[in-house]
């Protein structure tokens, strides 16, 4: 485990949230690949069968950059390279608190990734889609730090990411109030406030790694790696 130590110090789920995905790089074995190192799939460790899969062009283990930890993840590259966590339907059935999740308390999410190109434009970490009233976690393109729920939802502090950092961002949502945590690693600070009750971050699309769901045209991808995701419900 890449950040789960430092990460649950300062930011963490529900008391009764449930993991219901964790991919882990450092996890032997994990991330499945060919003879070139092409990744296939990424096992999920939390028992709950939502293993990440190919997607959009070619994410590569491991990854010939490292984190300051000095351990490798999985190498998204400088092109549009992406994963799928979990298709439209298994995303709406946790996000969707208008819908299918409408039972359910809310959701947190974890990611941990290091950027290694700042392009001067935005770089969507992970998330169901770009646009406003979806769920993503993306880095600015001076880099600051947002998540996306109903509106842009900004970080605390004024530290800024910077190419070759390693980041930990975490964020989490509960339904029956609309409030949200958010908190990242370059500040080390959270920064709270409400969103719509029972609100739909899902909305039928799936959810994805290395970038949002956004345009066949888009340039707004992660420009580096992924050591952990953790996915809570």
């Known amino acids: 485990m890449l950040f789960v130590l430092p990460m649950a110090l300062i930011f963490s789920p529900q008391a009764d949230a449930a993991l219901v995905q964790h991919l ?28 990440a899969l190919a997607n959009r062009g070619t994410v590569i283990f491991p990854s010939t950059s490292v984190f300051e930890s000095g351990l490798a993840g999985l190498d998204f590259g400088s092109a549009r390279n992406d994963l799928e966590l979990m298709d439209g339907t298994q995303t709406s ?43 993503c976690i993306k880095v600015l393109a001076d880099g600051s730090i947002q998540a996306q729920l109903d509106n842009n939802l900004s970080h605390a502090g004024s530290g800024k990411v910077t190419a ?57 991808y992660l420009r580096g790696m992924v050591g952990e995701v953790r996915f809570y419900d």
């Open 93 to 135: 059935g946790f996000l969707d608190f208008a819908g299918a999740a409408s039972g359910k308390e809310g959701f947190s999410v974890l990611v941990a990734f290091k950027v290694e190109e700042m392009p001067g434009e935005v770089q969507h970490i992970i998330g169901t889609k770009h646009t406003l009233g979806t769920l």
């Open 164 to 220: 070759g950092d390693t980041v930990v961002v975490g964020l989490t949502y509960e339904s029956s109030t609309g409030k949200y945590q958010l908190w990242e690693s370059i500040n080390d600070e959270i920064a709270t406030g409400t969103q719509s009750v029972g609100g739909n971050y899902g909305d039928g699309y799936p959810l994805v790694l290395g970038e949002a769901v956004t345009l066949a045209s888009s340039t707004q």
């Open 24 to 51: 882990d790089a450092t996890v032997n074995g994990s991330a499945l690949t060919d003879g070139s190192g092409v990744v296939s799939a990424w096992t999920d460790q939390s028992g709950s069968g939502y293993s």
